[in-house]
């Protein structure tokens, strides 16, 4: 076998090529973050002033700075104010009160609880929709496939605007509930992928497991969820991530909620007041730092799972 | 024996019972969701583009009024100004450049990747590391880069003042902007490409190297084919970003950035949108209200929806097959 593999890769001038691009693009990628992770380590005067914009960090003028400064600032004084929650509801009469301080804590707290509702209400939405239409051979099963897939199909721009107008009158904007309801939604890629799957789950299981008379909750939670744990935490994972780095969904539709990566935003947006505790480049690339890492420790511990094939099976109908 | 299968029916039938009230219990939230997140949403936005709200005197509630096609009108003024046909242009240059540069990188890439050639693994993670690190966080080194160490570097070179790129000129700004999207747009191309390139069958490649094929054949009349509907999909899926792709420029320019010398369609929505001081009640020019936006995401969508819908059907029908 691995002679036929082998026998299939020749290698001439156009896999070179390819190599050469490839190479070149990943030190292009990795030296980019190399330099950013340099950067969060000097003092904003070695890099400023003294126009160390490539260099190690230069330990005459770093010295207090050069061992993780520019992080403990974020952790201890970063604060973010929201301002956008302003909103009179004309149904509910709720008031968001603008004008709340978040600090660093404040917003990790924010990102988890988005990241692991986006993640795992998402994910399990679109899971619970691709059983119920490949397993059940209801009619509504295919017209619910048939429905979903016109919706992915179909671009519908500029929905905002409704969304956020909904959103206020159900009293939902800005809350916990808006998160989950918004996410429990099963449209998208997510539900062909578990679609695929569960079609070329055997049908052995389940009808051994009716016959013993075990419910139907018991099915789903003790064979099916076990059985497509590899894909349910490949798609957790990819959404977890997705949502980990998002800071336009939350600032839309949860701005007195902010995220760690709207903070982040928000630090590179506001470079010009002098007096803001963490206004320095060397600060905010140190908060480009602090959003990424877990990302990539995350990436890295688990990227046999992410990369792992994807597939959403044969796409047509 | 009978008395067994009736017994037998009754379980059959109990078992059904069951799997209808699961069924039913199971999908109803998602319906209720999907009614009122999309089809109601879609709905009302629709609604929306036809009204117009006013404040009331007494700072108490508004008044709701159909104006029929008034919204579409400013929306069509809008549609026709120089600055949404800039905005038009900036996009379908995008686009442009992921067709032609980017798609087939992808596939190149991925190519080498299914084929597990010298150092792939890693080349596969690297590819995909600016999708972990975050488009945001990549935007912001990518500005720091191209401003303070860009203008680090020249100020040793030469005594004027340098600006950095995405503050200097138009094209310079609008190319640096281009650059970046370029760079950090492989990752989920070539994930879905390299999957469902890995599944092709072993002797179906051996069979076309015996006959002499070489790589460059072999991607093209194999490889292609085999991940053609895939292809499909992120091209189709493309032409909508025409409009909703925001080229990272909110990341770069915020809400009030640079006097958005380089515009789309989707940094525009978003930016109006998000922007505390649009809502429902007309706005001042060059502002829009929420109506005035709604029936502009209308009229876009009543042009972008057919011209996908026809292009997926006439790839679909000329494209090449798995033979």
Redesign the interface.
Known sequence: MSK??R??????F??IC??V???L??V???S??I??LI?SLKASVD?GIL?N??GFPDLKYSADEVRLANYFRIFSKFTIVT??A?YFS?LFGRIVIPGQRVDFFGLIFNTIIYAVVCSFVHSF?TM??GY?CAK?K?K?SGF?YNLLLI?M??????????????LRNLGLYSTYAGMI??N????GMYFFVYYAFMKGLSDTYIEAA??DGA???TI?FKIIVPLSSKILFTVVLIAF?GS??D??TP??YYPDKPTL?YG??YM??NTSDATYETSQ?TQ??AG?MI??LP??LL?TLC?DI??G????G???E | MEIVGTEKKKKMGKIHASRMKFYVLMFLPLIIQFLIFYVYLNFSSIVLAFQKYTKNINGLGHTVDFVWFKNFATAFDFLFSARAGEMLGNSLILYAVNLIIVTSLALFFSYYIAKKYMLSGLFRVILYLPTIVSGTVMAILYQYIVTDVYIGIASTFTDEVVLGLLDSSKTSEFLTILIFNVWVGFGANVMIYTGTMSGINESLVESAQLEGVNSLQELWYIYIPLIYPTLITFIVTGMTGIFTNQMSLFTFYGQTGSNFEVDVFGYYFYRLTQDASVNLYPQAKPMYSYPELSALGLIITLIVAPITLITRKLMEKYGPSVD
Not at chain 1, 153 to 166: D, S
């Open positions: 036929i593999k026998k299939n890769r020749k290698i001439n156009f896999t390819i190599c691009i490839l190479a693009y990943s292009s990628i990795i980019v973050l330099w950013a950067t890099f126009g914009v490539l301002g956008n302003t004309d939405a619970v929709a119920l059940f209801y509504f619910v919706v199909i179909i671009p519908i721009i500029g929905t905002g605007p409704a969304t956020l107008v909904l309801i918004l429990l939604n099963c449209t009716e016959i419910s139907q909750l789903f991530i980990w780095n800071y336009q600032l839309l990566a982040i935003y590179s947006n480049l905010r690339v480009c959003l990424a990302m990539v990436f990227q992410i990369l094939n994807l597939s959403m044969g796409l047509k």
